[in-house]
């Protein structure tokens, strides 16, 4: 069963004041009762509220139309998305997907709450990153259900101890998370990163953005440069979200895809080994000659 908490009405009580970390509190306690709201302060810690999340917020709240278009896509996202996870995800526990204001802890955060799998869409991350469109919005959900799907598929997250396992277990994550991405919103090709040539320059150079990865997990070094929008790598963000989906599509040439979600670390870390090496050798043998 998939539950909607829309606070988008609630958020009306926010708009066109001067915005106090008070004023959220009571606004977020709503949602189910404090502990949501000290969760997602708790999250936010590490950030300058003054500096780094209150212009974000107030620029949201300052922003009707964009608020309004959001909500909107968020509805018709999240139409009938029971049916269609129910079929094309077996095994999706019972999952909360909440519209709300956080403190930019992220356009979509898959976390949980009173022992209960919860979606977070932040709409004031949604709003500065401009993804109010609906393809965006359902992308983002889509996204997150992934997550929540994967972790009920393996029984939990398994414990990672060196930056090796991190990064291995990190790329496993967002390949089944995007695979899932593609499976709901009917399109084998479909990456919600892909503007500007984005996924034309992944294809191409696909060989080495698995042979840096496949290196620095080797040396123990930082992946971070593969992962999230504020991070690049050769002048372009988000590449590990194309490899790990990519290694899941090659995973499912020998399996279901519910069995892909299901490997042990030591089985990715060696599936990705073989996926490295079988790219490479198909990169030389494309050479021409």
């Not at 002048?235 to 899941?248: K, N, Q």
């Amino acid at each position: 069963m998939i539950t909607v908490y829309d606070t988008f009405s609630a958020l009306a009580a926010l708009s066109g004041k001067v915005f106090t970390l008070d004023a959220w509190r009571r606004y977020a306690a709503g949602i189910y009762d404090a502990s949501f709201a000290n969760k997602i302060e708790a999250d936010a810690q590490d950030y300058n509220l003054k500096e780094q999340v209150f212009p974000v917020i107030e620029a949201a709240l300052g922003d009707a139309a964009g608020l309004a278009r959001a909500h909107a896509s968020f509805l018709r996202a999240t139409e009938s998305l029971a049916e269609r996870v129910g079929h094309l995800l077996p095994g999706m526990p019972d999952v909360d997907i909440v519209f709300y204001l956080g403190l930019c802890n992220g356009a979509g955060w898959a976390t949980e709450f009173r022992g209960q799998p919860t979606v977070l869409i932040g709409v004031e991350k949604v709003l500065e990153l401009s993804w109010k469109a609906e393809a965006y919005m359902k992308s983002l959900i889509y996204h997150e259900l992934g997550h929540i799907w994967h972790k009920a598929q393996l029984g939990g997250w398994p414990a990672v101890k060196t930056q090796a396992e991190r990064s291995l277990l990190q790329l496993y994550q967002e390949g089944i998370a995007m695979r899932c991405e593609q499976l709901l919103c009917g399109d084998d090709a479909f990456y919600h990163q892909n503007r500007d040539g984005w996924l034309s320059w992944c294809r191409e150079n696909l060989a080495e953005i698995a042979t840096e990865f496949a290196r620095r997990v080797a040396a123990g070094e930082s992946t971070q440069d593969f992962f999230g929008d504020w991070c690049t790598w050769r002048g372009h963000s988000d590449t590990g979200y194309f490899l790990g989906c990519e290694f899941v599509r090659h995973g499912m040439k020998h399996l279901p895809f519910p069995e892909t979600a299901k490997l042990l670390l030591p089985e990715v870390t060696t599936a990705f080994g073989e996926y490295v090496q079988n790219i490479n050798n198909n990169a030389i043998m494309e050479v021409p000659r």
